[in-house]
């Protein structure tokens, strides 16, 4: 996000080099310089939020949605949190227990502690740490974080809840166009049920329609989405 930011105000320094514009493009630049230096995240991250973006492409679906959404969609919508038993590391989110097995520990929502949620967040948030730095170490962390999400963010059910979040953070961060990427094939919804694609697709159509509605009412950006 800041090297986007930081780009656009470049690019903004050429593309608004004409007479009345000079001092406008000086004082925002002024101004992030002085936020950065300052070190204000809070004030900072305002500026970078409401600055003008472009698109998001090729966004995943699965890791477009931020881990206390993800939790918090996960409890409304009944599902357990697995985690293992010997050392307490969360393995993923499952929406029945008969497919677990004797080495780990299910939960309900109402019996997470805050170490567990601690737990959920770390494996989902993927830093340096996770990996030696090397194209398989990333790979193979990208797909422990996939493993623990799919039962979640591959439920047809829940698909369109990821896709309203994703629209209302994009609105949110002034992102114009968003594309979501997501193989619906063979998903399945809460009730273990394979979904006709065709009911799949109108119900995602659907969803971007409502939320762009309900933007446009509360006055916000609306969002494209693909």
Request: glycine content about 4%; proline content about 3%.
């Amino acid at each position: 996000l800041l090297i986007t930011c930081v780009t656009l105000l470049s690019c903004n320094s050429l593309m608004l080099d004409r007479p009345g514009n000079n001092n406008n493009v000086n004082l925002i630049s002024k101004h992030f310089d002085d936020l950065r230096n300052a070190s204000d995240t809070i004030n900072l991250l305002k500026l970078l939020s409401d600055f003008p973006k472009g698109a998001d492409l090729h966004s995943h679906l699965s890791g477009a949605v931020n881990p206390d959404k993800l939790i918090d969609i996960a409890e409304k919508n009944k599902y357990k949190f697995v985690f293992n038993k010997s050392n307490g590391k969360f393995i993923k989110f499952l929406i029945s227990s008969n497919n677990s097995t004797p080495n780990e520990i299910i939960k309900n929502s109402h019996e997470l502690t805050k170490a567990d949620i601690a737990e959920i967040k770390n494996l989902i948030i993927l830093d340096d740490s996770d990996h030696d730095g090397s194209s398989s170490g990333r790979l193979n962390s990208f797909r422990n974080i996939f493993d623990a999400l799919d039962e979640l963010t591959d439920n047809t059910d829940i698909i369109p809840i990821l896709v309203r979040e994703c629209m209302l953070d994009a609105s949110e961060q002034n992102i114009s166009y968003l594309e979501l990427k997501l193989n619906p094939l063979g998903r399945k919804n809460i009730c273990g049920e394979k979904v006709n694609i065709d009911i799949l697709t109108s119900s995602l159509i659907g969803v971007v329609n409502r939320t762009n509605e309900m933007l446009r009412r509360e006055g916000k950006k609306t969002v494209e989405v693909r």
